[in-house]
């Protein structure tokens, strides 16, 4: 099985940024973790501020499956959510934080509505559990 992993702004910054909310862990080492535990699965990762890039990723993409974390796009891009309309892989909209706990603006996202599933407010493990969503034949 193939799963991409895209990840939008400001998620570079994962490890040094407000990490109250999102943790001291890079993505880069976690997404090493992740390699690790599921090794069965082959894993890709694509991060970028752009979202024109992030729209052109989801289109190319390849793999059996996309874990989405749009960040600040998931609650003003309605060009991300009709990029994912419009392609033919199951995808499942992550965030790190319980963006419903937090400030009203981020409790709209247009991307739930056209993903397979979401998955919010479990720190990193987000990613875990949507892969897990993904092994479990039946929700694919």
Same mark, same amino acid.
């Given at each position: 099985?193939?799963?991409?992993?895209?990840?939008?702004?400001?998620?570079?910054?994962?490890?040094?940024?407000?990490?109250?909310?999102?943790?001291?862990?890079? #993505?880069?080492?976690?997404?090493?973790?992740?390699?690790?535990?599921?090794?069965?699965?082959?894993?890709?990762? #694509?991060?970028?501020?752009?979202?024109?890039?992030?729209?052109?990723?989801?289109?190319?993409?390849?793999?059996?499956?996309?874990?989405?974390?749009?960040?600040?796009?998931?609650h003003t891009s309605i060009a991300i959510a009709d990029a994912i309309a419009a392609i033919d892989i199951p995808v499942v909209e992550v965030h790190i934080s319980n963006t419903h706990a937090r400030e009203d603006f981020r409790k709209k996202s247009y991307l739930s509505p056209v993903a397979?599933?979401?998955? #919010?407010?479990?720190?990193?493990?987000?990613?875990?559990?949507?892969?897990?969503?993904?092994?479990?034949?039946?929700?694919?």
């Amino acid at each position: 099985m193939k799963l991409h992993i895209i990840n939008g702004p400001n998620l570079n910054l994962l490890g040094k940024r407000e990490p109250k909310i999102y943790g001291k862990k890079s #993505f880069k080492t976690f997404f090493t973790e992740l390699q690790f535990k599921f090794r069965k699965i082959e894993l890709s990762y #694509f991060q970028s501020n752009s979202e024109g890039d992030l729209i052109t990723e989801i289109q190319n993409t390849k793999a059996e499956g996309i874990i989405i974390n749009a960040a600040a796009y998931t609650h003003t891009s309605i060009a991300i959510a009709d990029a994912i309309a419009a392609i033919d892989i199951p995808v499942v909209e992550v965030h790190i934080s319980n963006t419903h706990a937090r400030e009203d603006f981020r409790k709209k996202s247009y991307l739930s509505p056209v993903a397979k599933g979401c998955i #919010f407010g479990f720190g990193m493990q987000s990613y875990e559990l949507a892969i897990q969503s993904f092994l479990n034949k039946e929700n694919v």
